[in-house]
């Protein structure tokens, strides 16, 4: 019988690849049937709480959420994130992720106090689990930073930057998007507090 489950668990795993890679490019028009194919079949052959069907789940809610339908992608992804939690536990890197893009989707719908929360677990959980110096945790620090100044939380956000900018400068450089980024928005927190002189 196994025979018969392998088949289809194939398709789902080229359906998966080939979501992803228009997904990168932007074309989540196009990744959407796929990732709704990968996810049909790993539910059907898998169920619903095996990791590979989590992360079905999880890939078509980032599409439905890439297609601005962000309604729509929040129950999806809060679905997945919680399958997650339950099935593979809160410090695996997969769950990391789908925290990440859950905050990243709350933000987006206005919901920034809540989207806070979720990044603060996931740098929690990157710093546990990546170490301090690893790419994922300083984008989580980054993103975690740039939403307190958001929320006006200057006093919390400043000494963070001043952590993101020198660590992503030593460990990613200078000219890496991600200290640019940092170094923006920093630069931008210290003017509103009309500090612009230490820029």
């Given at each position: 019988?196994?025979?018969?489950?392998?088949?289809?668990?194939?398709?789902?795993?080229?359906?998966?690849?080939?979501?992803?890679?228009?997904?990168?490019?932007?074309?989540?028009?196009?990744?959407?049937?796929?990732?709704?194919?990968?996810?049909?079949?790993?539910?059907?052959?898998?169920?619903?709480?095996h990791p590979?069907?989590?992360?079905?789940?999880?890939?078509?809610?980032?599409?439905?959420?890439?297609?601005?339908?962000?309604?729509?992608?929040?129950?999806?992804?809060?679905?997945?994130?919680?399958?997650?939690?339950?099935?593979?536990?809160?410090?695996?890197?997969?769950?990391?992720?789908?925290?990440?893009?859950?905050?990243?989707?709350?933000?987006?719908?206005?919901?920034?106090?809540?989207?806070?929360?979720?990044?603060?677990q996931a740098?929690?959980?990157?710093?546990?689990?990546?170490?301090?110096?690893?790419?994922?945790?300083?984008?989580?620090?980054?993103?975690?930073?740039?939403?307190?100044?958001?929320?006006?939380?200057?006093?919390?956000?400043?000494?963070?930057?001043?952590?993101?900018?020198?660590?992503?400068?030593?460990?990613?450089?200078?000219?890496?998007?991600?200290?640019?980024?940092?170094?923006?928005?920093?630069?931008?927190?210290?003017?509103?507090?009309?500090?612009?002189?230490?820029?």
């Open positions: 019988t196994d025979r018969f489950k392998v088949r289809p668990l194939i398709e789902a795993s080229i359906h998966s690849a080939i979501q992803m890679a228009l997904r990168e490019i932007g074309r989540g028009d196009l990744a959407l049937p796929h990732a709704e194919t990968a996810l049909s079949i790993r539910r059907r052959i898998l169920g619903e709480n590979d069907t989590i992360a079905s789940l999880h890939y078509y809610a980032t599409v439905v959420q890439q297609l601005g339908r962000n309604e729509e992608a929040e129950p999806l992804q809060k679905n997945a994130l919680e399958r997650y939690r339950r099935v593979i536990g809160e410090d695996d890197p997969r769950t990391l992720e789908a925290m990440n893009d859950y905050a990243y989707l709350l933000e987006a719908m206005g919901r920034s106090e809540e989207a806070a929360r979720h990044f603060k740098l929690e959980g990157y710093r546990r689990v990546r170490g301090e110096d690893h790419m994922d945790t300083i984008l989580a620090l980054s993103n975690y930073t740039y939403l307190l100044g958001q929320l006006g939380r200057t006093a919390e956000a400043l000494p963070l930057y001043v952590e993101v900018i020198e660590r992503a400068e030593r460990v990613l450089g200078s000219d890496h998007p991600t200290t640019i980024h940092a170094l923006n928005n920093y630069a931008g927190l210290l003017r509103s507090q009309g500090r612009a002189a230490e820029v």
